[in-house]
């Protein structure tokens, strides 16, 4: 299993330096980036000899896949550009959290945003990964951050009714802790749990979830060993951090304990 780390082109460096495999990039940024932001993103990936695997940040809040104005030929637009971009810099795997993009609006029927989204995977997202080779999964997000999809079964669910051999699901510690989902909930899941996210899932000095500083803090060696049982192939850390620089080392030397 890889380990890497969520971030743009001001992380390519550390993340090489601490021993990541990998690192994540932010779909969103890497689709509407000008040639010169998108050109230097993979410049630093190549001088530090870093691969950029998978992406998260799927659609930007103001573009809806649920609701009453869900603009299919944007997104068209969109996707095609982004998937493209993504093939080129070598990515393999692209994260659908998009909160702000699929949650059900005030008094929209639940029933159809369920459809929509099925829809929108079915006939636009996946295919279009698939035709760049990409894997596309879910994105459980607990209740504060999204009506739908809030837990790892969810995600599954819904990937098991796509049932299309790039689609799976996404558990990430931070919303499973929140949601009360298990290590049991992953390792039911083996075939379909594809890609994980990674922190410190507790508060601390006012940012939600932080990076890792001890293996004895929380049960991170539980969360690997059902990771790999699940075959998971990649699981990269999402936190918050007022110094990535420091912070990213002691979290490295977590993560190669139990990859």
């Known amino acids: 299993m890889k380990i890497g780390v969520c971030g743009g082109t001001d992380r390519i460096a550390a993340t090489a330096d601490a021993g990541f495999d990998y690192i994540e990039g932010n779909f969103t940024s890497i689709t509407r ?27 930007p809040g103001d573009m809806k896949i649920v609701g009453d104005s869900v603009d299919y030929k944007a997104l068209e637009e969109y996707l095609l550009k982004g998937f493209a971009r993504a093939k080129e810099t070598g990515i393999k795997m692209v994260v ?89 909930d992953v390792r039911d899941l083996k075939g379909i749990f594809r890609h994980a996210h990674i922190s410190y899932p507790v508060p601390c000095n006012d940012m939600k979830r932080v990076f890792m500083k001890s293996p004895d803090e929380y049960d991170y060696k539980g969360f690997f060993e059902a990771l790999k049982f699940a075959g998971c192939e990649r699981v990269s850390i999402e936190a918050a951090t007022k110094d990535f620089n420091s912070d990213v080392y002691p979290a490295a030397e977590i993560m190669k304990m139990y990859k």
Not at 37 to 49: A, H, I, R, T
Not at 141 to 168: F, H, Q, R, Y
Request: aromatic share 12%; glycine share 8%.
């Open 33 to 59: 980036w000008t040639d010169e932001e998108y050109f230097n993103f993979n410049n630093e990936l190549k001088k530090y000899s870093l691969p950029c695997e998978a992406a998260n940040c799927f659609l």
């Open 96 to 184: 659908m959290g998009s909160g702000g993009a699929r949650s059900v609006p005030d008094g929209f029927s639940f029933q159809k945003a369920v459809n929509q989204i099925v829809f929108f995977v079915s006939q636009y997202a996946a295919p279009i990964a698939a035709d760049n080779g990409i894997d596309f999964v879910f994105e459980p997000l607990c209740k504060p951050e999204s009506n739908i999809i809030n837990t790892i079964k969810d995600g599954a669910m819904l990937a098991s009714v796509i049932n299309m051999p790039n689609v799976g699901t996404l558990g990430d510690l931070y919303h499973m802790h929140v949601e009360g989902d298990t290590y049991k």
